[in-house]
């Protein structure tokens, strides 16, 4: 049997590594290995570790949707609290992921000033958020650690994914902010930034928030 180390394993932006029969005991030892301080993305499931690179046009992406997830609940005064891409995971369902972006809104108190996370006692994001370029969000991790709404960016359009009884099913609207069309605008805006710039799209974006919520 050959052992390779982590240090010995490259994964190229774009592409992804997939590890096989990998216990929970060995995951929790390549995420410590691996650290915080990486570029790289994990899922793990039920024995089956993938380790991703992201392409510099999915950061971009995941960073302008953030931002404009974040002048949402601003403008219509929700607090938040973002945990960015921290790895989430739980022991009893054999899973974990690291998403792109993920907020806590619904429970953002019950967050306030946490540096671990116990997912045993600490409730999911309300909000996740994933960019898929050259792969696709594995929502099976997802319904596993209950995370009520999940965003995914794929092909210049937003779809947005509602956990009922344990499954995703697709919706049109989005049950955080469920009186603005943010399918239609985030898609919009998102285009819009790759010819006019981040910040010019971004500040567009605000405006249309601030002028959809004045006309109701």
Not at 1 to 30: D, H, K, Y
Not at 93 to 109: K, S, T, V, W
């Amino acid at each position: 049997m050959v052992t390779l180390e982590l240090r010995q394993i490259s994964v190229p932006p774009g592409q992804r590594v997939v590890l096989c029969n990998i216990s929970w005991q060995e995951f929790e030892a390549i995420l410590q290995e691996l650290d915080e301080h990486r570029a790289t993305r994990l899922a793990y499931h039920k024995g089956t570790l993938e380790i991703r690179m992201p392409l510099p046009e999915h950061e971009v992406s995941k960073e302008i949707i953030g931002d404009m997830v974040k002048i949402l609940l601003e403008e219509l005064d929700m607090d938040r609290e973002c945990f960015g891409s921290t790895t989430f995971k739980r022991e009893d369902m054999a899973a974990g992921i690291e998403p792109d972006n993920c907020f806590y809104i619904q429970n953002h108190r019950l967050m306030i000033g946490k540096t671990r996370l116990d997912l045993t006692v600490d409730p999911p994001p309300d909000l996740a958020i994933e960019v898929d370029i050259t792969s696709k969000t594995q929502l099976d991790i997802y319904e596993c650690l209950g995370v009520p709404e999940l965003w995914r960016y794929q092909q210049g359009k937003l779809q947005i994914s509602i956990l009922q009884k344990g499954k995703y099913i697709d919706s049109q609207n989005s049950h955080i902010f469920p009186q603005l069309p943010v399918i239609e605008a985030i898609s919009q805006f998102l285009e819009m930034s790759k010819t006019t710039g981040t910040s010019p799209a971004i500040r567009a974006f605000r405006k249309w928030v601030r002028e959809a919520i004045a006309t109701g």
